[in-house]
């Protein structure tokens, strides 16, 4: 009810690569085209785009690039950590800048809240 000892030994050599008649199951390292469409200039020139116009398409960004649009997607989705909110590009973070703004404006709200309502409590 279990492997024998010669079939553990026997993928023991398969793993190892000690076997040449048996197939080594890690990745080789192969010839082939390098990933070019995600390389930083890339990177730099979606980013510029997206900050320049939010409502602009993949399509469009692809076209100007000069890289595919699944490329697009992914630099746009997973690189720069961009999503779409009702056809605007959106960053998934707060900036700091952006953190400051809100915190500025939680302010202001909070003193005139203050202010209304102490004007409230005083009308009655």
């Keep these: 009810m279990c492997i024998s000892d010669c079939a553990v030994r026997k993928w023991v050599r398969i793993f190892k690569g000690e076997d040449p008649r048996e197939t080594i199951l890690r990745d080789r390292k192969h010839s082939g085209r390098p990933l070019s469409a995600s390389v930083t200039a890339h990177r730099e020139k979606v980013d510029c785009m997206i900050r320049a116009n939010r409502r602009v398409k993949q399509k469009e960004i692809a076209n100007a690039v000069g890289i595919s649009k699944e490329r697009v997607h992914h630099i746009v989705t997973t690189v720069l950590g961009y999503r779409k909110v009702s056809v605007r590009w959106v960053p998934r973070q707060l900036t700091v800048e952006m953190k400051a703004q809100r915190k500025d404006m939680c302010t202001q709200l909070?003193?005139?809240?203050?202010?209304?309502?102490?004007?409230?409590?005083?009308?009655e």
Excluded: A, D, R
Excluded at 110 to 123: A, H
């Design 110 to 123: 909070l003193e005139l809240s203050t202010v209304y309502i102490n004007l409230w409590l005083y009308m």
